[in-house]
């Protein structure tokens, strides 16, 4: 094995401490640039909207005339929305995970259906809404009422809350479950009050991170036909309705006719922003408080 010199070292060694502070460099650069142009956005989103959110623009009906325009039914309607894609979205992706993982048998077929579940996890959200208004559409003869776009929804987000789960179950350690096999308790005992207990602050979070990206979606509602402008407000889930990232997106659109919607838009850009800021936060919340050190 070939020595190397007292020289060799000493220029190896500042090669490497060089090679680290680039690289340090490198990455605070990377971070910083994200966060710029963060702030920037962030910055011209508050400044163009903080003015026009009031007591009014939070409880007043849409409107073809922007200084008497509200928000409220999207409000509304996104709350319906999200009263269809929760349970549903839990419901399924929950107990799909359950039994990929405590009931299903290893083999190609698992594999085969794991694999396309984590690939349905990154298909665009437009065919996800293609996928709606040809099935609870048309099909079902639902029309654009709430519960078609939740049920859009709900296969949007079922991926990500399946992936969830199976790691939030997986992350359970093995003992566990053997444990309360010895103590005598059936496979659906040691589910029920060992590993969904612990694996809960696992499956609660991705579900709340998942919810969090239904909220901001547009695509699907879009292609299913929710309505650029709702007058009445949801009072169900067989109502017609919009939402507040369907609203900031036509806003958008007509602020190329009248400049007081880019305003009217950035407004519900924060009351959008809020809403995620609270779904996250409470995420974080019951991670730290029910996550369980085994």
């Known amino acids: 094995m070939k020595h190397l010199s007292e020289k060799q070292h000493i220029r190896r060694t500042k090669f490497r401490l060089f090679l680290n502070k680039f690289s340090k460099s490198i990455f605070m650069l990377a971070a910083f640039f994200g966060l710029f142009f963060l702030v920037v956005l962030l910055s011209k989103v508050v400044a163009d909207g903080i003015g026009f959110i009031n007591f009014d623009f939070l409880t007043g009906k849409l409107s073809t005339q922007p200084e008497r325009a509200g928000i409220m039914g999207a409000i509304l309607g996104t709350f319906w929305l999200m009263l269809v894609v929760a349970p549903v979205t839990m419901f399924l992706g929950v107990g799909t995970a359950i039994y990929l993982e405590m009931y299903a048998k290893k083999g190609r077929v698992l594999d085969f259906i794991q694999t396309n579940i984590s690939n349905l996890a990154g298909v665009p959200s437009i065919v996800y809404g293609i996928l709606g208004m040809t099935v609870f559409v048309r099909a079902m003869n639902l029309g654009n009422v709430v519960l078609a776009g939740g049920l859009a929804m709900s296969l949007l987000i079922l991926p990500i809350v399946i992936v969830a789960s199976q790691e939030a179950i997986r992350s359970i350690p093995f003992f566990?479950?053997?444990?309360?096999?010895g103590l005598g308790a059936t496979k659906w005992q040691t589910i029920q009050r060992v590993i969904l207990p612990a694996s809960l602050p696992g499956i609660l979070t991705g579900a709340i991170l998942?919810?969090?990206?239904?909220?901001?979606?547009?695509a699907p509602l879009v292609v299913i036909g929710i309505p650029a402008l709702l007058i009445p407000f949801p009072g169900g889930i067989m109502d017609r309705f919009t939402v507040l990232p369907v609203q900031i997106y036509y806003w958008t659109l007509d602020a190329s006719l009248v400049a007081e919607y880019a305003n009217l838009a950035a407004a519900t850009i924060i009351v959008l922003?809020?809403?995620?800021?609270?779904?996250?936060?409470?995420?974080i919340i019951i991670r730290n408080k029910f996550q369980r050190v085994f």
């Open 273 to 283: 922003l809020v809403a995620l800021f609270i779904l996250n936060s409470t995420a």
């Open 176 to 181: 566990l479950s053997e444990a309360a096999y």
């Open 210 to 218: 998942a919810l969090s990206r239904a909220i901001g979606e547009t």
